[in-house]
């Protein structure tokens, strides 16, 4: 609501430099709404598939505010989630305070809760793009190849934000 209202001002105005330089000065306070308690999601992936070993290095890489609390599939037995082994295999798994999302739905909820992915994510909930989205996420999950190492060592359990600096 935020980013369309300074775009409809920017527009609707006359834009002057000084009402386009505001806006792009307000646009990053817009973090502080986000609802980024940290370990506050849990995210579940299958720790035997590289595939998922490489987006879950990348959700780590970005989520800068550590919100994610990742849990391999390995060691979900004992962590009281309310996630089966079997759905983990089948898909990526967000374990939120209100539900659990699977697969696509996963993946776009994680990129609402990145810094990076805040304003343009939740156009990944629009139902052509939703729709969309779940038939090409099906398709490759059911076409990944686990066995095959992506690199030599697995996604960390937990953020380590460090790395690459």
Same mark, same amino acid.
């Given at each position: 609501v935020a980013l369309g209202l300074h775009v409809f001002i920017s527009g609707w105005l006359e834009? +002057?430099?000084?009402?386009?330089?505001?806006?792009?000065?307000?646009l990053p306070l817009l973090i502080l709404f986000l609802d980024a308690v940290p370990g506050s999601r849990v995210l579940v992936w299958d720790d035997g598939c590289a595939f998922c070993a490489g987006w879950v290095r990348w959700f780590q890489r970005l989520d800068w505010l550590r919100v994610l609390r990742v849990v391999p599939r390995s060691q979900l037995a004992g962590s009281g989630l309310p996630v089966t082994e079997e759905a983990a295999l089948e898909a990526l798994q967000l374990v939120? &305070?209100?539900r659990v /999302?699977?697969?696509?739905?996963?993946?776009?909820?994680?990129?609402?809760?990145?810094?990076?992915? /805040?304003?343009w994510a939740p156009l990944?909930?629009? &139902? &052509?793009?939703?729709?969309v989205g779940?038939?090409?996420y099906r398709r490759v999950a059911a076409r990944r190849l686990c066995n095959v190492p992506?690199?030599?060592?697995?996604?960390? +359990?937990?953020? +380590?934000?460090a790395e690459g600096r």
């Open positions: 834009p +002057t430099e000084a009402l386009l330089a505001f806006s792009l000065l307000m939120t &305070p209100r /999302y699977s697969g696509f739905a996963a993946v776009g909820r994680v990129a609402e809760l990145l810094p990076v992915g /805040y304003f990944l909930r629009l &139902p &052509p793009i939703a729709a779940s038939r090409v992506l690199s030599s060592r697995p996604a960390p +359990t937990a953020p +380590t934000h």
